[in-house]
């Protein structure tokens, strides 16, 4: 009798558990981490506005690392007066570890965007393209050093896809198809004279952009988010214009409507766009968020298309779907009930 009691109550107990595993296994996505999602695609869509605000800034004359100085430079701007009446005692409070991881990772974006910037004078866009692009490799290599993070399962097979629809993307402008065949630049032009210059500052680039998400990363789980950025900001603002001065570049004397773009470039893809994946560096790990940077260049060329009519090749398509689903199976790590 206590046998059949005992048998009883262990199949019991393994029928729950079973029931258990099976509603982990099948259960929709918490509603926490659709709320991320959407804001990630959010931050994607406003980010993917930035290169049709630089290229309407560039055909009125302004210099690249002008537009890169006048972005950082109207964000923290616009957040000083909300910083000053609502924050300011937050920052005073910043003990001096906090206050210099902040504005190390302002020093990282102000590099980022230097550097890249930059590097578009010395080598071809797709080149850039393919080297900035993998941000994503570099901070999924450091965050398990740094941070513990790493990428499991399927969030690595969607690393891996991401990565090679960035480069597909990147080599689609320097590609193509002859008489049946693919016919693309041999690789020793990337080693050539200032090729190899530009290049390497597009790598730098994307080192910048990882150190400035796991440094993000390391602190936002501590600090509110509005500090934060304006520290953050702000470093980048002021390295971006001594790097200006320094270049004999100014803001002054540019076209008005120049005014305009900096200012929609402050708004739309650093301060709502950016921001959003700061915010969202506090919940999700860093190498996910640095994954999702990459549909910016989908984004692009979407605006592109409706806005300059300038029609993607199969190539672009190609890397996009790559880029998409990446993202998507990436997504899949952190996505059921209990992970968020």
Request: charged letters at 10%; a positive charge.
């Amino acid at each position: 009798m206590s046998g059949d009691f005992k048998y009883n109550v262990n199949n019991s107990q393994l029928s729950a558990a079973l029931r258990i595993d099976h509603q982990l296994m099948t259960s929709s996505p918490s509603p926490r981490y659709i709320t991320l999602m959407l804001s990630l695609l959010a931050g994607v869509s406003a980010v993917s506005t930035a290169a049709i605000f630089i290229r309407f800034a560039q055909n009125g004359g302004a210099p690249s690392i002008v537009i890169a100085a006048a972005r950082l430079t109207f964000t923290s701007l616009i957040l000083a007066p909300v910083v000053f009446l609502r924050y300011r005692h937050d920052i005073l409070r910043l003990n001096r570890k906090d206050l210099m991881l902040a504005l190390l990772s302002g020093f990282f974006l102000a590099l980022h965007f230097a550097t890249w910037i930059t590097s578009l004078e010395f080598t071809t866009v797709a080149s850039s393209v393919v080297l900035v692009t993998t941000t994503p490799l570099w901070v999924a290599i450091i965050a398990p050093l740094v941070l513990h993070e790493r990428l499991k399962g399927i969030a690595v097979l969607g690393l891996v896809f991401a990565m090679i629809g960035g480069i597909i993307v990147g080599m689609s402008d320097a590609c193509a198809w002859q008489r049946y065949r693919l016919i693309c630049p041999p690789i020793k032009t990337l080693f050539n004279g200032t090729a190899f210059f530009g290049n390497a500052l597009a790598l730098i680039g994307a080192w910048m952009a990882a150190g400035y998400l796991l440094v993000g990363k390391k602190i936002r789980a501590r600090m509110e988010l509005v500090p934060y950025l304006f520290i953050v900001y702000g470093m980048a603002a002021l390295v971006l214009l001594v790097i200006m001065v320094g270049m004999g570049q100014s803001f002054l004397g540019l076209p008005p409507l120049d005014y305009l773009w900096f200012l929609l470039l402050a708004l739309i893809p650093q301060l709502f766009g950016h921001s959003i994946f700061n915010w969202s560096l506090k919940f999700l790990p860093a190498s996910i968020v640095a994954l999702t940077l990459l549909g910016e260049p989908v984004g692009s060329t979407i605006l592109a298309f409706v806005i300059f009519s300038e029609k993607p090749g199969w190539g672009k398509i190609f890397g996009a779907l790559f880029i998409l689903g990446g993202i998507w199976l990436a997504a899949q790590q952190g996505g059921k009930k209990g992970n968020l």
